[in-house]
């Protein structure tokens, strides 16, 4: 017998029957994220054919070239999402500011961020790109939400999502009850389940990181990168590379294919070393679904989910996957190899 076809839809309805008093408020939020998906999905499959490729000239607020499929996917989440009255306010990477729900609409009890266009360098050379998403619960009093709502700490998530552009398009997400990843059948336009209850594999052999920064890294992001690419490391054999440039393809195979995913704090700017992600729209989403699957997210320091945002555009150095790898760049970069004399690097 040919195995059971499970849409997205029955996958999440099925999820909320086992929590009783499910209004189905939160399944529909996910639902209207599977059409805003598949619509971006849509474009980036054609985006080589219309002349929709390239960039519109402009800058976005973190001074990045703002590419076309960006404000595309940037507007066309907002539009899914804006007259459902399910939320009562959005944050979106590519927005400066809050995106309130427009005054003809009712407003929700959820709140959504995102990064609707993630990997976007990649857009022009045929790369995998990605969206991705954040759902919290309003926290504010006032009816149509305020910045409060969007400044919640990772793990007052309760539900975030990928949705990968790639040889096929694929929605990952998590709602606290595991991970889980379906596959678009473009010939009938579902999502089909493909990855239920997806753990990271341990001991994975990857290190994924933008390595032409390593100029502008401290010392101790250089010892922890180079230990990974010693004999000394758990494998007794220098980890792989892997690096596409875009956060989401890059994540989805840590989450697949194990190792660790980082963008550590750059030195580019002597005075005001930064990490590069965003707090909000990259690194805890992300977070929520490694930790999910088993891994770790950290900022280096302390766990991604456990960041008190400050601001809406707030960035954060990043190490997320296998939970053993984070914890080892945690000691690291915590200086606590230093204290224990095993920071000599004979590759530095
Ligand atoms: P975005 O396209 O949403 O601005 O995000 C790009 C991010 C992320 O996807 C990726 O991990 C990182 O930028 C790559 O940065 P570098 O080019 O500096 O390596
Ligand atoms: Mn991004
Ligand atoms: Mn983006």
Redesign the pocket.
């Given at each position: 017998m040919s195995q059971e076809i499970i849409t997205i839809e029955r996958f999440i309805l099925q999820q909320e029957r086992s929590f009783p008093g499910a209004t189905g408020e939160f399944t529909q939020l996910l639902y209207d994220i599977t059409l805003a998906a598949k619509i971006i999905s849509r474009e980036v499959n054609k985006a080589g054919l219309v002349e929709i490729l390239g960039s519109t000239g402009d800058k976005?607020i973190?001074g990045?070239t703002v590419q076309k499929l960006?404000e595309f996917a940037n507007r066309i989440i907002f539009q899914s999402m804006d007259h459902t009255g399910r939320l009562c306010i959005m944050g979106s990477?590519e927005s400066e500011t809050p995106l309130l729900i427009p005054d003809e609409y009712p407003t929700g009890k959820y709140v959504l961020l995102f990064?609707p266009?993630?990997?976007?360098?990649?857009i022009d050379v045929n790369g995998s790109?990605?969206s991705i998403f954040s759902i919290h619960r309003k926290k504010s009093k006032t009816e149509r939400g305020d910045v409060s709502d969007l400044l919640q700490k990772g793990y007052e998530q309760v539900g975030a999502a990928y949705v990968i552009y790639g040889s096929s398009t694929m929605l990952i997400y998590t709602t606290g009850n595991g991970v889980h990843g379906f596959t678009l059948d473009p010939s009938v336009g579902e999502f089909l389940l493909s990855h239920p209850h997806i753990e990271i594999p341990k001991n994975g052999n990857i290190y994924s990181v933008?390595e032409?920064?390593y100029i502008y890294w401290d010392d101790k992001t250089r010892a922890y990168i180079n230990h990974l690419k010693s004999e000394d490391n758990h494998s007794g054999k220098p980890y792989s590379h892997r690096?596409?440039?875009?956060?989401?393809?890059?994540i989805h195979r840590t989450l697949l294919n194990g190792g660790i995913?980082m963008?550590p704090v750059s030195y580019k700017n002597p005075d005001k070393p930064s990490g590069?992600?965003?707090l909000l729209?990259?690194a805890a989403p992300m977070g929520f679904i490694i930790s999910q699957a088993g891994g770790y997210a950290s900022d280096g320091h302390q766990n991604i989910l456990e960041i008190e945002p400050r601001d809406i555009h707030q960035r954060t150095a990043v190490f997320i996957g296998d939970k053993d790898d984070v914890l080892l760049a945690e000691k690291y970069i915590s200086a606590e190899i230093e204290k224990e004399g095993k920071y000599a690097d004979k590759n530095q």
């Open positions: 976005n973190h990045e960006d990477e990064d266009l993630d990997g976007s360098s990649n790109i990605g933008n032409g920064n690096y596409i440039g875009s956060m989401v393809a890059d995913f963008y590069k992600l965003r729209y990259e």
